[in-house]
C-alpha cells in the first residue's frame, strides 16, 4: 500500500521530528502492508502552530468560499472513492462491497451536507437590539477511532473547516493511511496551508501532546470510554471545549406487534455489519416471552449467513477483548446458539458471529461494549420491563423500536435515554444529530448540530 513517510503539516508532507512508525497490518492476513511515521510532542507542536498561524485567515475567509472549498473536497472524495473503499479494506479488514457502500460513501454525503450547509448557515442572527455572530471556536484537535476510519474524520473535519476552524487530526494508529488519502483530498481541493494537519502517532504519544497543548481550543475524540474520561479532564482543567463520544450498548427493542422476522433479521445484520465495531450497533435485542424462542432460532439463522461474510476484527488485542467477553458470557451462564470464542481461520483476526440467549440484564455482555459480532438477547415480560432493560446500562447512543404500526413505536422511543432511535428500520440519515445520552458522550455530530459544536457566540448590542 502506498504511504507517506512525513506528516501533513502547513500544506505539505514534510519529514516528522520523530523517528518512530508504525507498521500498518492488514487484518485478514495479519501481513504489514505499509509504515507511516509516529508523531511526538514536537510534531503536534509544529501542527498546532501551523494550525493556529492559519486561523485567523480561515475564520475571516466567507462562508461561501469555506463551502466551495468543502465542495470541491466531495468531489475529490468520490473521484478517489474505490481508492478510498480499498485502503478501509486493507488496514480494517472490511468486506470490499462494504467498505464501498459504507465506508467511502458516507463520508462523501457527509462532505456534501457540510458544502451544503456552510453555504447556507445563518452565521449572523438578530435578537432583539442585537446582533449574534456564531464564530469559529479556533484550533480543533480531532482524534479519532480506526472502525469507521474516514467516516470519523470527515464528521469533526468537515463541520470543524465549514465552522472557519482550523485542525489537527491524530487518526488510530492502525487506520493511518486512510488518514493520509483523507489529508490528499484536503490538498487537492484547495484547502489553504495550515488549515488542516496531519500527525499520524500513538495516543498515549501523538493524541496527549495534542489533548495537552495549551493551542487548543476544542477537543474533538471519538473511541473509548477510559480515554474519553482522560480527555475530558485534561480539557476540563485547561477550560478548553470538549466533544466526547464514547460507544454504546444499544438496545433493539421488538414490541410484540412487530414484524418479528424483519425486526430480526434487520437486527442481526446491524450487529455483523463491520465485523461488531460499530458504536451504535444494537448489541442488546430485547423481545417479549412469548416470541422469545421463534426470535431465537430466526437469530442463530441469519448469524449463520454471516458466518463467510464478515471481516476480521482490527488487530489481535480487539480480537482477544471480544474472545474474552464471549468466554465470560458462557461462564456467567448465557445460552450460546451461533458462534463462539474459537478462531473461525487460521489466519487473521477472525471471530464467528455469535449469539447468545438467555441473557439477563446484569450480565456483563448484557453491560459493557464488546464490539465485536456478539448479540445477546434478553426476555422480557411487559413493555414497562422492556423499558427497564432498555435503559438500564450507563450508555444512551442508539437504539430501535419495531411495532406494528409507527406511533407505538414511537411512543415507546420517546421514553428511552438514548440519542438516536430508528423506528421500523428507518433509514441513515447524514443530517440527523448523532450522540450520546448519559455515559455516551458528550456533544453531537453531524448535519447542523455538529457545526454548532465548531462555533461560540458574540453579541453585539445597538
Ligand atoms: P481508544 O484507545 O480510545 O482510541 C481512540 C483514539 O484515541 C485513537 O486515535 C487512539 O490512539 C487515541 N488515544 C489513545 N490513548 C490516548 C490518550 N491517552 N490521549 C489521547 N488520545 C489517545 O480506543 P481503542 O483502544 O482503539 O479501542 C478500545 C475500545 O474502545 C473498543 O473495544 C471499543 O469498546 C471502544 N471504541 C469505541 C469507538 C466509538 O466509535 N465510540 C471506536 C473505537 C473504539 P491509538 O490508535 O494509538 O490507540
Ligand atoms: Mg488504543
Redesign the pocket.
Known amino acids: 500500500m502506498k504511504a507517506h513517510d512525513g506528516i501533513y503539516l502547513d500544506g505539505a508532507w514534510r519529514p516528522a521530528a520523530s523517528r518512530d512508525v508504525i507498521e500498518v497490518v492488514d487484518p485478514a492476513d495479519e501481513r504489514v502492508i505499509a509504515q507511516v511515521p509516529a508523531g511526538g510532542a514536537e510534531d503536534v507542536d509544529a501542527a498546532v502552530r501551523a494550525a493556529r498561524a492559519a486561523l485567523p485567515a480561515w475564520a475571516a475567509t466567507p462562508p461561501a468560499e469555506r463551502a466551495a472549498r468543502l465542495a470541491a473536497l466531495r468531489d475529490v472524495l468520490a473521484a478517489r472513492k474505490d481508492e478510498i473503499a480499498e485502503t478501509v479494506t486493507a488496514e480494517l479488514g472490511s468486506p470490499l462491497a462494504f467498505s464501498q457502500a459504507v465506508h467511502a460513501a458516507v463520508p462523501i454525503a457527509v462532505a456534501a451536507s457540510y458544502a451544503d450547509l456552510a453555504a447556507r448557515h445563518p452565521f449572523e442572527e438578530q435578537v432583539g437590539n442585537s446582533t449574534v455572530l456564531h464564530e469559529p471556536v479556533g484550533v480543533v484537535a480531532a482524534?479519532?477511532?480506526?472502525?469507521y476510519p474516514l467516516h470519523q474524520i470527515v464528521a469533526k473535519v468537515a463541520p470543524a473547516l465549514a465552522a472557519g476552524c482550523t485542525v489537527v487530526l491524530?487518526?488510530?494508529?492502525?487506520t493511518p493511511l486512510t488518514a493520509q488519502l483523507f489529508a490528499e483530498a484536503v490538498h487537492e481541493a484547495g484547502v489553504p496551508a495550515g488549515v488542516f494537519n496531519l500527525v499520524t502517532g500513538?495516543?498515549?504519544v501523538a493524541?496527549?501532546a495534542l489533548?495537552e497543548h495549551p493551542g487548543v481550543d476544542l477537543v474533538s475524540?471519538?473511541?473509548?470510554t477510559a480515554?474519553g474520561r482522560?480527555?475530558a479532564a485534561v480539557a476540563g482543567a485547561a477550560i478548553k471545549k470538549v466533544a466526547l463520544?464514547?460507544?454504546g450498548k444499544s438496545a433493539n427493542v421488538i414490541l410484540p406487534s412487530a414484524d418479528l422476522a424483519r425486526a430480526v433479521n434487520v437486527g442481526v445484520a446491524n450487529v455483523m455489519s463491520n465485523s461488531g465495531q460499530t458504536?451504535s450497533a444494537w448489541t442488546r435485542m430485547l423481545v417479549h416471552r412469548d416470541r422469545y424462542d421463534e426470535a431465537v432460532t430466526l437469530a442463530a439463522a441469519a448469524a449463520a449467513k454471516y458466518a463467510d461474510r464478515i471481516g476480521p476484527l482490527v488487530n489481535a488485542a480487539?480480537r482477544d477483548?471480544v474472545r474474552g467477553y464471549i468466554e465470560k458470557g458462557v461462564a456467567e451462564g448465557a445460552r450460546l446458539v451461533a458462534g463462539g470464542p474459537e478462531s473461525p481461520r487460521e489466519r487473521g483476526w477472525f471471530v464467528a458471529p455469535t449469539v447468545f440467549a438467555d441473557v439477563t440484564p446484569d450480565m456483563t455482555i448484557a453491560q459493557e461494549?464488546i464490539?465485536g459480532p456478539v448479540l445477546s438477547i434478553l426476555r422480557y415480560e411487559d413493555e414497562e420491563d422492556a423499558l427497564r432493560i432498555a435503559n438500564g446500562t450507563v450508555y444512551g447512543l442508539a437504539g430501535a423500536v419495531w411495532a406494528g404500526e409507527e406511533p407505538e413505536a414511537v411512543a415507546f422511543a420517546r421514553r428511552m435515554d438514548t440519542g438516536q432511535v430508528d423506528i421500523n428500520g428507518g433509514r441513515f440519515n447524514p443530517l440527523a444529530p448523532f450522540g450520546g445520552y448519559k455515559q455516551s458522550g458528550v456533544g453531537r455530530e453531524l448535519g447542523a448540530h455538529g457545526l454548532a459544536e465548531y462555533l461560540q457566540t458574540k453579541s453585539l448590542q445597538f
Open positions: 482524534i479519532t477511532p480506526w472502525n491524530k487518526p488510530a494508529e492502525d500513538l495516543g498515549p493524541g496527549q489533548a475524540f471519538t473511541g473509548s480515554v482522560r480527555i463520544e464514547l460507544g458504536c480487539q477483548r461494549e464490539f
